[in-house]
């Protein structure tokens, strides 16, 4: 069973920063793309930013580009996401995921519906 375990959530004011990170149990997910994911209250889960496997490309969000910036370390079967200048509307639960087919671009991002697994969650408040 693959595990995703997110951590570095939490509350911060309008204008910080936040750096939230997932590590996987399973080395074999460096052949996959993985992403992130939010949801705030209300509204539907919605892809933030992704990257391919070797970093080949990443994808953003227009309401977070230049913003957030996605990475990952295979060796340590992590992927991070930098949260930069963040806003009220940044305000949701972040999930981590894995995309379901091996070596595709990370713009599966558009498509929550096909990631094969998911993290458990972690909350991300800003504060105005």
């Known amino acids: 069973q693959v595990r995703l375990v997110e951590s570095g959530g939490g509350l911060v004011q309008d204008g910080g920063s936040l750096n939230v990170s997932c590590t996987a149990s399973?080395?074999?997910?460096?052949?996959?793309?993985m992403g992130w994911f939010r949801q705030a209250p209300g509204k539907e889960r919605e892809g933030v930013s992704c990257?391919?496997?070797?970093?080949?490309?990443?994808y953003y969000a227009d309401s977070v580009k230049g913003r957030f910036t996605i990475s990952r370390d295979n060796a340590k079967n992590t992927v991070y996401l930098q949260m930069n200048s963040l806003k009220p509307e940044d305000t949701a639960v972040y999930y981590c995921?894995?995309?379901?087919?091996?070596?595709?671009?990370?713009?599966?991002?558009?498509?929550?519906?096909?990631?094969?697994?998911w993290g458990q969650g972690t909350q991300v408040t800003v504060s105005s």
């Open positions: 399973e080395r074999s997910l460096a052949f996959y793309s």
């Open positions: 995921a894995v995309d379901a087919i091996a070596y595709a671009s990370s713009y599966y991002c558009h498509n929550p519906e096909r990631n094969a697994y």
């Open positions: 990257i391919s496997p070797n970093d080949e490309t990443t």
